[in-house]
Nanobody, 123 residues
Framework: QVQLVESGGGSVQAGGSLRLSCAAS????????MGWFRQAPGKEREAVAT???????TVGDSVKGRFTISKDNAKTTLYLQMNSLKPEDSAMYYC?????????????????WGQGTQVTVSS
């Protein structure tokens, strides 16, 4: 059973925008810290942004001022609005949910990972 369903990836030119969506069950949406992560070929997974149950945000330094994480309570969906995209933003983007609190280390969470959606930014 798929718990997190991502959508919205694609190809865009540098300077463009994309919005990623991650649809979750109401239970996950209410009880889990959720976040976006990315991994480019040959690189380690990087935390992009997370949002705690109380709305507390963390945003990675490499995307601050360009990416915005948000939630839609009515749709139980997590979003990542990505503006001013750069070629170095190209990666597979994953949605993840960790039970209750946002962990320091997302490598082994009590939660779920989405299947990933590819973002490719051309120069």
């Amino acid at each position: 059973q798929v718990q997190l369903v991502e959508s919205g990836g694609g190809s865009v030119q540098a300077g463009g925008s994309l919005r990623l969506s991650c649809a979750a069950s109401a239970y996950i949406y209410k009880n889990y810290c959720m976040g976006w992560f990315r991994q480019a070929p040959g690189k380690e997974r990087e935390a992009v942004a997370t949002i705690a149950r109380d709305g507390d945000l963390t945003v990675g330094d490499s995307v601050k001022g360009r990416f915005t994480i948000s939630k839609d309570n009515a749709k139980t969906t997590l979003y990542l609005q990505m503006n001013s995209l750069k070629p170095e933003d190209s990666a597979m983007y994953y949605c993840a949910a960790a039970f209750w609190t946002c962990p320091v280390n997302w490598s082994s969470i009590n939660g779920y990972w989405g299947q990933g959606t590819q973002v490719t930014v051309s120069s």
